[in-house]
T-cell receptor, first 111, second 114 residues
Framework: RKEVEQDPGPFNVPEGATVAFNCTYS??????FFWYRQDCRKEPKLLMS?????NEDGRFTAQLNRASQYISLLIRDSKLSDSATYLC????????????WGAGTKLIIKP | ETGVTQTPRHLVMGMTNKKSLKCEQH?????MYWYKQSAKKPLELMFV???????ENNSVPSRFSPECPNSSHLFLHLHTLQPEDSALYLC?????????????FGEGSRLTVL
């Protein structure tokens, strides 16, 4: 099993729809998780941090399922500007600075 | 002024060249990172400096040599690179241990090795 695994997509979604994608991780001891967003040919930027069961910020909801070792990202009322690649990030075991990055899920919102 | 600035943004070099990538952070952060991002692959951590001391070195080939002269500047010296080293090199900084802190990235230096 890969340390952090994501469906690469692309997810093609009409504007206004709700979309969700998952990320599975192997480090069962992880206490924190992150979703980053990366626009085409740009740098990654933190979207949400998840430290307990989940987090919500406006149209974005992140949920953590420790038993099944996955985190999900739900986007409601999607906008054209939500088109990006979403990166799932999990701290590595035994390191203070190492983060394990997923390869990302590409989302395309269509008008 | 952007928080993390990288130069050059684009670099093309031959396998025998020597070049350097520069990163500067204006956020007052304590830790700085070099990451490599290849197409359709996850980000790979290369080096981490905390308070100017190297704290992580992820089995990176010696043709990549980092330098951190102070807490605001980070360099990546490149020498005798291979075509497979072509990638986007991202610099990042964080205030503290990344478990509780957010990483702030520069826009990256896109490297092509001929």
């Amino acid at each position: 099993r890969k340390e952090v695994e994501q469906d690469p997509g692309p997810f093609n979604v009409p504007e206004g729809a709700t979309v969700a994608f998952n990320c599975t991780y192997s480090n069962s001891a992880s206490q924190s998780f992150f979703w980053y967003r990366q626009d085409c040919r740009k740098e990654p930027k933190l979207l949400m941090s998840v430290y307990s069961s989940g987090n919500e910020d406006g149209r974005f909801t992140a949920q953590l399922n420790r038993a099944s070792q996955y985190i999900s990202l739900l986007i409601r009322d999607s906008k054209l500007s939500d088109s990006a690649t979403y990166l799932c990030v999990v701290p590595a075991e035994g390191s203070n600075y190492q983060l394990i990055w997923g390869a990302g899920t590409k989302l395309i919102i269509k008008p | 002024e952007t928080g993390v600035t990288q130069t050059p943004r684009h670099l093309v070099m031959g396998m025998t060249n020597k070049k350097s990538l520069k990163c500067e952070q204006h956020l007052g952060h304590n830790a700085m990172y070099w990451y490599k991002q290849s197409a359709k692959k996850p980000l790979e951590l290369m080096f981490v400096y905390s308070l100017e001391e190297r704290v992580e070195n992820n089995s990176v080939p010696s043709r990549f040599s980092p330098e951190c002269p102070n807490s605001s500047h980070l360099f990546l010296h490149l020498h005798t690179l291979q075509p497979e080293d072509s990638a986007l090199y991202l610099c990042a900084s964080s205030q503290q241990n990344r478990v509780t802190g957010e990483l702030f990235f520069g826009e990256g230096s896109r490297l092509t090795v001929l």
